[in-house]
């Protein structure tokens, strides 16, 4: 897979002597992840480094900071 790299880098970062959680929050509470997330989908492979004074992540750091979501929608079939 082209991201098994990425994956085995994670799992050797997890297992240093360090104590680490995770835990899932959906993009509507999360909108700094989400908009660096979309951001990345037009980057290439590897490492980059976001400028904290850039317009779009300020923003929704603003709205995370606040406590501002949005009302997620989820559709079931039957």
Excluded at 34 to 54: E, I, M, P, R, Y
Excluded at 63 to 78: K, P, T
């Amino acid at each position: 897979h082209r991201h098994g790299i990425l994956a085995l880098e994670i799992n050797r970062l997890l297992s240093l002597n360090w104590e680490v959680s995770i835990s899932h929050t959906y993009r509507e509470c999360n909108f700094a992840a989400d908009f660096l997330a979309k951001k990345g989908h037009s980057l290439h492979f590897g490492t980059h480094f976001v400028d904290s004074n850039d317009p779009g992540l300020r923003y929704w750091l603003l709205y995370d900071v606040m406590g501002l979501f949005q009302e997620r929608s989820v559709i079931c079939s039957a």
